[in-house]
């Protein structure tokens, strides 16, 4: 059988996926742990913390929050159903690294965990202070 064939073939047999279905599920979730992190800045405000401090103490929170869930299993129960809903950038992130340390723990903690947490976060981090860079140097060029 040849290619175009197959694919022919393979498109047939294949499952059609709920796309509209996924995107409510995906906008419903994102927007509850969006929500859910302005609920947490308007509780910390109303401690009396500024919003610059209220901002970092809501990303400090989720962060935690999606690493515990990772850790307990939660993260990825919920994933299943809400698909992209919890690639809200913040708690994907932190589900990603959590998520490569705990799979390399057999291997010890420098080259397992140390080794595979940056295996995520280090492409993230380099190109995000790169994009800054060069976001800012425009910014500067374009201000003179």
Same mark, same amino acid.
């Given at each position: 059988?040849?290619?175009? =064939?197959y694919?022919?073939?393979?498109? =047939? ?11 409510? =599920?995906? *906008?419903l979730? @994102? ?11 308007q509780?910390?405000?109303? %401690? ?8 970092s103490?809501?990303s ?12 307990? @299993?939660?993260?990825?129960? %919920?994933?299943?159903?809400a698909?992209?809903?919890? %690639?809200?950038?913040?708690? @994907? *992130?932190?589900?990603? &690294? ?18 595979? %947490?940056?295996?995520?976060? @280090? ?10 860079? &060069? ?10």
């Amino acid at each position: 059988m040849d290619a175009p =064939k197959y694919k022919e073939y393979s498109d =047939k047999k294949a499952p059609r996926s709920p796309v509209i279905k996924n995107c409510i =599920k995906a *906008f419903l979730v @994102g927007g509850a742990i969006c929500t859910f992190g302005e609920f947490l800045s308007q509780i910390y405000q109303g %401690l009396g913390m500024g919003r610059e401090e209220a901002g970092s103490l809501v990303s400090v929170s989720l962060i935690f929050l999606s690493m515990l869930f990772t850790g307990l @299993g939660l993260y990825s129960k %919920l994933a299943k159903h809400a698909g992209a809903g919890t %690639l809200v950038p913040i708690t @994907g *992130f932190a589900n990603a &690294v959590a998520s490569s340390a705990i799979e390399a723990k057999s291997e010890g903690l420098i080259m397992g965990v140390g080794a595979k %947490l940056f295996t995520i976060a @280090g492409p993230v981090i380099v190109y995000g202070i790169c994009a800054s860079a &060069v976001a800012g140097l425009i910014s500067y060029i374009f201000m003179m």
